[in-house]
């Protein structure tokens, strides 16, 4: 089990920004396919965006243009840059890590992914 410790998470109102981390050991941030998903009430848990051990990226289209994906390897941080919030953006944010770097060349897929942090809070008000 790889740890994930999210943080970043709180308040904003629409049109607001927010930047999200997850810190993560120095291999898996490095080697591995890491993630960002989201879970609203009442909904099932979704991927937002990824990002290829090569720095290559994937967002869901409910975010292209308004997040970005990145890491820091010597902080061994993952971010989620949120801008221009929405309401529907309102959810726990979930940091993903799998050790399968293949796994980032395929469909965006939650079972892919065996480790979790424990999520964050975001709530965008209108």
């Known amino acids: 089990q790889v740890p994930l410790v999210e943080s970043g998470g709180g308040s904003v109102q629409a049109g607001g920004s927010l930047r999200l981390a997850c810190a993560a050991d120095?291999?898996?941030?490095?080697?591995?396919?890491m993630a960002w998903f989201r879970q609203a009430p009442g909904k099932e848990r979704e991927g937002v965006a990824r990002l290829r051990s090569d720095g290559g990226q994937y967002y869901a289209d409910s975010v292209q243009g308004r997040f970005t994906i990145s890491k820091d390897n010597a902080k061994k941080t993952l971010y989620l840059q949120m801008t221009l919030l929405k309401s529907e953006d309102t959810a726990v944010y979930y940091c993903?890590?799998?050790?399968?770097?293949?796994?980032?060349?395929?469909?965006?897929?939650?079972?892919?992914?065996?480790?979790w942090g424990q999520g964050t809070q975001v709530t965008v008000s209108s």
């Open positions: 120095g291999p898996t941030l490095s080697t591995g396919c």
């Open positions: 993903a890590a799998t050790l399968n770097y293949r796994d980032c060349y395929s469909r965006f897929w939650i079972g892919d992914f065996p480790n």
